[in-house]
């Protein structure tokens, strides 16, 4: 179910009458549905031999306003950027460090019900 979140949200946006709808998506996610490929079998959401491609490129080629977080703090205004006109769409890009472990994640080629790690649901909470 990779990738599922953008068209889903444009899918409820439509089918109540416009009313705001929120996505979180991952870099893999969003690039699935505009239209990223397996380039060469190095597959989308890794590391090695991945850049994600400009945001702002994305935002104008779409006609979009973007908000770009980088620090926490950011995060507020960004924000109140995007739901400033609730009835239209704005692209928010937030960044995660690598090192922040946010769990649960999706492993490649696996189902939804066996995320990493590999951890029953009340597991996750403690981590």
Do not use: H
């Amino acid at each position: 179910m990779v990738g599922v979140a953008l068209p889903a949200a444009i899918g409820a946006c439509l089918a109540f009458d416009g009313q705001p709808v929120v996505v979180i998506a991952g870099n893999g996610g969003f690039q699935l549905n505009i239209q990223e490929s397996y380039f060469t079998s190095r597959y989308q959401s890794t590391v090695w031999g991945y850049s994600a491609p400009c945001s702002n490129s994305i935002a104008q080629a779409y006609g979009l306003p973007i908000a770009l977080v980088i620090e926490p703090e950011q995060l507020e205004e960004a924000l109140c950027q995007c739901l400033s006109d609730p009835k239209s769409p704005f692209l928010m890009e937030a960044t995660i460090a690598r090192e922040a472990n946010a769990y649960p994640k999706m492993a490649f080629g696996l189902p939804i019900s066996q995320m990493e790690p590999f951890a029953k649901p009340l597991e996750m909470e403690g981590t």
